[in-house]
């Protein structure tokens, strides 16, 4: 279920969400896939539109994120709260501070295992002139200082207070070019901070993340059918301990658990899609094993496969 909190006159929404479905069609500017970690989600995105750029702030659930930035645009991210346990960003997870980069068509992976507020200003068209560090293959992660990071958080939570004000939206014309200014010169300063660090190494390495790629592509083809490791390294010309370092180091977990948690998620999907039955579904993604697999089933969503199966007949009846 969806809820939304707009306050008229302002120039910003706040959207919440308890369906993993609905969050995942809201997600704007990235071709976006997650596999999140709890039964049930809990998640908030307020958005502030400005001319020329926009800004994000949302509060997510432990999940799994892979995601693509669409063209003409550059994105800034980074935590807004700190946390002991840090976000496993394109395969590196370090508790520093820390700003991420990201233009036109990048890409980047990151493991959240709890909830966190993150933030994102993504401006368009596309920042070519103040010196950024270039990131189009990839998103780079970049060590900043304290100071520099806090800076571009307070920027934020001073233009969203403002612009949350009733009687924003009609000084937006106004007011909006001078947020996107203040915007970009806190974003100008923090890259003035960047902290030379060897740990960024990995993470802004992009042969490496060519490959986690490759072997990403491979095992979302069709995880229906059974892709064994002995097959997946050989078709993509990698020794199987390679392909399960990448994945461990990508995924923070082994190949058989994520593709697990995968094949779970995507049995779910099709039972709220109206499923023939339980028993079809789950042998068609692998789950020959069928106590244990509705018990690895009503362990991840709290509910048995049967009563997703109900859930989605129901819906889409009272749809039709």
């Not at 036109?104 to 068209?125: D, L, M």
């Not at 097959?231 to 392909?243: C, D, F, K, P, Q």
Request: charged residues 25%; glycine residues 8%.
């Amino acid at each position: 279920m969806t809820s939304i909190e707009d306050v008229p006159g302002s120039a910003l929404k706040t959207f919440r969400f308890s369906d993993v479905d609905e969050f995942r069609s809201a997600i704007r500017g990235l071709n976006f896939e997650f596999t999140p970690f709890v039964r049930k989600i809990s998640a908030e995105q307020t958005i502030l539109s400005l001319p020329g750029c926009d800004v994000n702030l949302t509060r997510v659930f432990p999940r799994v994120v892979d995601a693509q930035l669409v063209g003409d645009c550059t994105a800034i991210g980074f935590t807004m709260d700190d946390l002991d346990v840090p976000v496993r960003f394109n395969g590196s997870q370090r508790a520093r501070p820390v700003v991420v980069i990201g233009s036109g068509g990048a890409s980047y992976t990151t493991v959240e295992e709890v909830q966190r507020q993150i933030a994102s200003v993504v401006f368009r068209p596309e920042v070519t002139d103040r010196g950024w560090p270039p990131a189009h293959a990839n998103f780079k992660i970049f060590e900043v200082s304290e100071v520099g990071l806090q800076r571009l958080r307070s920027v934020v939570r001073e233009v969203l207070a403002e612009a949350s004000g009733p009687g924003q939206s009609a000084e937006l014309p106004l007011t909006g070019a001078a947020m996107k200014e203040s915007l970009l010169g806190a974003v100008d300063e923090v890259f003035e901070t960047v902290v030379s660090a060897r740990w960024t190494l990995g993470p802004n390495d992009g042969r490496s993340f060519r490959i986690f790629q490759e072997i990403h592509a491979l095992l979302s083809e069709d995880l229906s059918q059974p892709i064994y490791s002995d097959e997946i390294a050989r078709r993509l010309g990698l020794s199987v301990r390679t392909m399960h370092d990448v994945v461990r180091r990508y995924r923070g977990m082994s190949l058989h658990r994520y593709l697990r948690l995968r094949r779970l998620w995507l049995v779910r999907q099709r039972l709220l899609a109206r499923a023939d039955s339980v028993k079809a579904v789950a042998l068609a993604y692998g789950f020959w094993h069928l106590s244990d697999f509705s018990r690895s089933y009503r362990d991840q969503f709290g509910e048995t496969p049967s009563q997703t199966l109900l859930r989605g007949r129901g819906s889409h009846t009272q749809i039709g």
